[in-house]
């Protein structure tokens, strides 16, 4: 049988790039692998616009504290529902060298402010506008929640709504690290 | 002259009006995209959806154009909401892939069409000689068997 190689190169290319489609936008599973194997990934680090101030921020300011960085949006219901609970959170880690740390996805800054004031939220937040920065730690739907220990790296991650058990179970232990 | 020169004028001004017609929801749902869903926002009717048809609603009523209007999309969105695959990365091979495809079949028809043309034709099956007259007779006679 003939082979018209050029024909048979180029439909290879054209499968090659729709492997190398696929698997690109696939959900990293890294984090939760290295979390599994007991350790400590570090976290990923990008300078994002703070929400509702002036300026960038980014987890690299906040080293040597203990971060509870959620990702949220205010379209997304189980958001709503989780506030007043890292509000909390927030309130009462804030003394021991806690905070909470809000990544605010794909929203309108309008309505990512309206979000918060109605719920009376003052943790900071940050704008994660085309949600490059939560693909990193494999994001793929909201709430996340990731516990970031006081050198930077990730020590916990909950792909789901935080619960006041989860956080009873990690933050102790995270808080009482040394820096 | 001057009633002309009043017409001249209110056309002049009129002009960037006509350039640029008044955005419509359809016409802007049409080229964004739901940014969670990933589906066109025409179709979507998740609540970012519903946000997204607010936003948009909004900024026709501040009386930007659409260019505008998208152009604060990207700027709240991030250059996902757009319908237009990305210019960057790998949406790069979505502009290109395609075009190449053209090119490729193009220049694989006129190869085609070039053997194709180039083929002599094949060789007409030779004539077979005359019977003899003796195996003339013989035929018939069997034929007539």
Redesign the interface.
């Known amino acids: 049988m003939r082979v018209f190689w ?2 048979t190169l ?1 439909a290879a290319a ?1 499968v090659g ?1 729709l492997a ?2 696929v698997a ?1 936008k696939g959900a990293s599973t890294t984090l939760d692998d290295a979390l599994a194997r007991g350790q400590r990934p570090a976290a990923p680090e990008k300078a994002l616009p703070r929400l509702g101030a002036p300026g960038d921020a980014s987890l690299a300011d906040y080293r040597g504290k203990v971060v509870v960085l959620n990702m949220w ?5 189980p958001c709503r529902a989780e506030v007043p609970l890292l509000q909390k959170t927030h309130e009462a880690i804030a003394p021991k060298g806690g905070v909470v740390l809000g990544v605010d996805t ?4 309008a ?1 990512a402010l309206g979000f918060l004031r109605k719920r009376r939220a003052t943790f900071p937040s940050l704008r994660d ?4 920065y939560v693909h990193e730690f494999g994001v793929t739907g909201y709430p996340e929640t990731f516990l970031i220990d006081r050198r930077g790296r990730v020590a916990a991650l909950r792909r789901f709504p935080v619960t006041r058990q989860w956080l009873d179970q990690h933050l102790p232990k995270l808080l009482a690290e040394p820096a | 002259m001057r009633v002309l020169a009043a017409l001249v004028l209110a056309l002049v001004l009129a002009a960037p009006a006509a350039a640029t017609p008044r955005a419509s929801l359809p016409d802007i749902e049409d080229e964004v995209m739901c940014v969670e869903c990933g589906t066109p926002l025409a179709v979507s009717d998740s609540p970012v959806a519903q946000q997204e048809r607010a936003f948009i609603r909004r900024e026709i009523a501040a009386g930007k154009d659409k260019r505008q209007i998208k152009a604060a999309l990207v700027q709240q969105y991030g250059e996902g909401v757009l319908s237009d695959p990305k210019r960057h990365g790998f949406g790069n091979a979505l502009w290109i892939v395609p075009g190449l495809l053209v090119v490729l079949g193009a220049a694989g028809v006129a190869f085609a069409l070039r053997r194709w043309r180039g083929r002599t034709p094949a060789p007409e099956a030779a004539v077979p000689p005359p019977l003899s007259p003796e195996d003339a007779r013989r035929l018939e006679a069997d034929l007539t068997r």
């Open positions: 050029p024909v180029a054209l790039l190398y489609g690109s949006a205010s379209w997304c219901p794909q929203d309108a800054t309505n506008r085309d949600r490059s």
